[in-house]
Nanobody, 118 residues
Framework: QVQLVESGGGLVQPGGSLTLSCAAS????????MSWYRQAPGKERELVAT????????NYADSAKGRFTISRDNSKNMLYLQMNTLNSEDTAVYYC???????????WGKGTLVTVSS
């Protein structure tokens, strides 16, 4: 059974930091590209960052560049998103996604809520 379980969300003050985690199971994690997406209230889901495997190449949305760091640990089947200098526009539900586009396979987690507020 495929599972992606996000954790680490919560309430953080503007300027603060937060690290999200995504625990993967039920599939060959190392064979999948991994991504973080987010969906703010009233807005469409948007891509935040991606990391490939096995090279570990990363790519970021402009809004995340210089503030967020995506990483993965294939030995633990874990995906991470380190978020720094958070602001109110980062408030959203954050989702992790596993992809093998060459096979048309995508898995989604259920999300974790990040609220940036004073």
């Amino acid at each position: 059974q495929v599972q992606l379980v996000e954790s680490g969300g919560g309430l953080v003050q503007p300027g603060g930091s937060l690290t999200l985690s995504c625990a993967a199971s039920g599939f060959t994690f190392s064979a999948f590209g991994m991504s973080w997406y987010r969906q703010a209230p009233g807005k469409e889901r948007e891509l935040v960052a991606t990391v490939t495997s096995p090279s570990g190449s990363t790519n970021y949305a402009d809004s995340a560049k210089g503030r967020f760091t995506i990483s993965r640990d294939n030995s633990k089947n874990m995906l991470y998103l380190q978020m720094n200098t958070l602001n109110s526009e980062d408030t959203a539900v954050y989702y992790c996604k596993a992809s093998r586009p060459q096979y048309g396979v995508n898995y989604w987690g259920k999300g974790t809520l990040v609220t940036v507020s004073s």
